[in-house]
């Protein structure tokens, strides 16, 4: 008896036989009044959970109202109440002595370990309210696409992580220059990528590589020089944790360890010609770089973003058809000057997007599967965070600098 594999056996209970070269790739707006199938297609993609009720009141309406009642419910609760923990700052506990050590060596530990498996029962509880936007999945891709481990080497400050969540949330759908600008001196990326470490005399190139491969452009779309001189760029920058120590979490410029060398990158002189202070440097080194970055290869970057957004809201396999709308999308970023809401707007209503090969073919992660779950019974948050870890998916705790 011939070996059937599981594809196999799927394609003999349902028909196959469609191709995605059939499908609309129009981003023309999808203008029919929404049947039910066509609203549980648009939650599951734009929220963590469904309910009847919430899919009831959408029947009928348009792609164009149920989409900006969902962006609309999404900037109104960008800012939900923060975990308990978020201003437990302490002292060094290396300068103290007696029990004001033991105490704040306790408050470390707490706040470098348990407190970041709190921050992800936190975020279940959130996703688990949000079931009305496009928020937290946005939270979710921009948490994938900046991946920051808390359990590093030296585990990351569950504040720091916090911090992290909270600029993708403000952010969701904002300029991907401003959250290029920002993660590039953020608390929990600086310890993660090592821009902590990376001084005048001697460059850490880590971060510097993963913001062109990773964050920005794509394997192939920059060079070694390219990476050693953005590493010189983003020197000096520093974080800590500790009261005594300046303003905890906050990225701060240590002068001294700035490289005030002239450097080119791309093409572009960065010349030290001006007052070494942390607002100077943040303006004419960081955000130089990612201008830089987006103004000499803007439509490589928009590419690679926009394949990012499509694979992860649409259609995870792309083929001929669906990277013609990949073009089409990242042509929209460009001309928006890296504004994303524009974007998101015109694909979640489109015709390709209800296109119905569009309907029903993205795997859920383990946070849609979940998340979808808990939300119908009563479960203590920690619970639904440990499965979703078990199953791959480690709120705060990427497998890998990859998501």
Not at 185 to 193: E, N, P, Q
Request: net charge neutral; with cysteine; glycine share 6%.
């Amino acid at each position: 008896m011939a070996v059937v594999s599981r594809r196999n056996f799927l394609e003999g209970l349902f028909d196959f036989n469609h191709s995605r070269l059939e499908i609309n790739a129009s981003l023309d707006e999808y203008t029919q009044p929404l049947n039910r199938l066509q609203v549980q297609h648009l939650l599951r993609r734009a929220t963590f959970s469904l309910s009847n009720s919430i899919i009831d009141k959408y029947v009928g309406k348009t792609a164009a109202f149920v989409v900006d009642e969902l962006f609309a419910k999404a900037d109104a609760n960008i800012n939900p109440t923060p975990p308990f923990f978020v201003n437990d700052y302490i002292k060094n506990p290396g300068n103290l002595t007696g029990k004001q050590r033991e105490e704040a060596e306790a408050k470390k530990s707490l706040i470098g370990g348990e407190y970041n498996l709190t921050l992800g029962e936190w975020w279940v509880g959130v996703m688990k309210r949000d079931s009305e936007s496009f928020l937290e999945k946005m939270v979710l891709f921009w948490h994938d696409h900046f991946a920051t481990q808390f359990a590093s080497c030296d585990n990351i400050p569950s504040i720091s992580m916090y911090r992290q969540n909270e600029l993708f949330r403000k952010n969701y759908a904002g300029n991907f220059r401003t959250l290029l600008e920002q993660i590039s001196i953020d608390g929990a990326m600086l310890r993660y990528l090592n821009g902590n470490e990376n001084i005048s005399e001697s460059p850490n190139e880590n971060y510097a590589r993963e913001l062109m491969e990773l964050f920005s452009l794509g394997v192939g779309n920059y060079t070694e020089q390219d990476i050693r001189e953005a590493a010189k760029i983003l020197t000096g920058w520093k974080v800590n944790m500790f009261l005594d120590e300046g303003t905890p979490y906050k990225a701060f410029l240590n002068s001294n360890q700035f490289d005030k060398s002239s450097k080119l990158f791309m093409g572009e002189v960065f010349s030290v010609n001006y007052e070494v202070n942390e607002q100077n440097v943040y303006k004419n080194s960081v955000q130089k770089l990612i201008d830089v970055i987006l103004t000499k290869k803007g439509q490589v970057a928009a590419k690679y973003l926009s394949t990012k957004i499509y694979q992860y809201f649409v259609y995870a396999n792309t083929q001929k058809t669906d990277n013609a709308v990949v073009d089409q999308m990242a042509q929209m970023i460009v001309d928006n000057g890296f504004e994303l809401k524009p974007l998101l707007k015109k694909l979640f209503k489109s015709q390709h997007f209800f296109d119905d090969l569009n309907i029903g073919v993205q795997i859920k992660s383990p946070a849609e599967t979940i998340i979808g779950m808990v939300k119908h019974i009563d479960y203590n948050d920690r619970y639904p965070r440990n499965i979703m870890a078990a199953l791959g998916l480690e709120l705060f705790n990427p497998p890998n600098v990859a998501g």
